[in-house]
């Protein structure tokens, strides 16, 4: 149903105050946007949100990301209440830390997407599975598990002098062959890159 103009600026000043990374002018661009994205839903959902395949061909076409994990990680994190729907709060709220987030606000998010059983660790089946969808192998290269296993063993792996020189280091530093959110937030404040060390998941950057 079309929502009154003082309903529609009762909703702009509560998203303003909620996703606080956005201006207001912003909030209002990006609920014109979804109100575009429900427009191309079913007519069965009019009103109601969008669903899993328009929100898939949104972050591909407008940010880039095309990796069939990581889509459907980040709509189950903009989907809150697990209705199988993007309500316009989930939108404006889930694109906060994505496109204006702090490095806290995006470690959390890359961690939740990591974190495939949401039981607040990154696992090797986890890491391997992410890696897995993630590396590009070129004909001729060696068995493309094996590459992973071994990215996997390296990320796993406490490193000392050797550190700078490990591309996707990161350190397990209670010892117990997973990551907790303490360990992946030490490795991503010592070196930024780590951010999204077991695959993109964040918009490119244009």
Known sequence: AAMSPKGRKLLVDSLTRSAKHFTKNEVEC????YDTLVAKASRQFAGAGFDRTVFR???????GMTD?????RVFSIFDKDKTGRITVE???EGLAPLLRGTLEDKMKYCFAIYDLNGDGYISKKEMFEMLKHSLLIQ???EEP???VKDLVDIALKKMASTYLFVPFL?????????LSFADFEKAVRDENLLLEAFGPCLPDLK
């Not at 990006?30 to 946007?33: A, D």
């Not at 061909?57 to 940010?63: E, G, Q, S």
């Not at 990161?170 to 062959?177: A, I, K, M, N, V």
């Open 90 to 92: 989930e939108w404006v």
């Open 68 to 72: 069939d994990i990581v889509l459907d």
């Open 57 to 63: 061909d949104t972050l591909y076409n407008y940010f």
């Open 170 to 178: 990161l350190q397990d530093h209670d010892r117990d062959g997973k």
């Open 30 to 33: 990006l609920i014109k946007l």
């Open 145 to 147: 598990d094996e590459v």
């Open 139 to 141: 004909p001729g290269d």
